[in-house]
């Protein structure tokens, strides 16, 4: 049997642009990125902590030690700059792999999005 599990975590880091006008996705530090041991063309999930919204997207790389949170796309319209997210990604496996499976979950400086 395969079941999915929390694979990475980003935890409460802050939005620091939103962009409407480009095609989709979340620009997320590359340093944030291999911490979380998430890779560009991720798909993840973001929890917007500040007004509850949650959707589906996949990351870009962003520049390194940037602390880069940028929304892009429709998104945007839901996710603000200075909003407080959570950003997730899933990963199917056995269910005994998963049963000692350690996902990756960081948590940054919430307000610089740097690592601690």
């Known amino acids: 049997m ?8 980003i935890h ?4 620091t642009q939103a962009d409407i ?3 989709g996705s979340v620009t997320i530090d590359g340093l944030l990125l291999d911490a979380a041991n998430m890779i560009e063309g991720e798909k993840v999930h973001i929890l917007d902590v500040t007004n509850g919204e949650r959707l589906e997207t996949y990351t870009i790389r962003g520049e390194e030690g940037s ?13 603000h700059v200075d ?7 899933y990963a199917l496996m056995d269910f005994e792999e998963a049963k000692a499976f350690k996902p990756s979950i960081i948590f940054p400086e919430s307000k610089t999005n740097r690592l601690k």
């Open 2 to 9: 395969m079941i999915e599990v929390l694979k990475s975590k």
């Open 83 to 89: 909003d407080l997210v959570i950003i997730v990604s």
């Open 12 to 15: 409460r880091v802050t939005v």
């Open 21 to 23: 006008n480009y095609i």
């Open 67 to 79: 602390g880069m949170i940028c929304i892009n796309g429709a998104a945007a319209h839901k996710i």
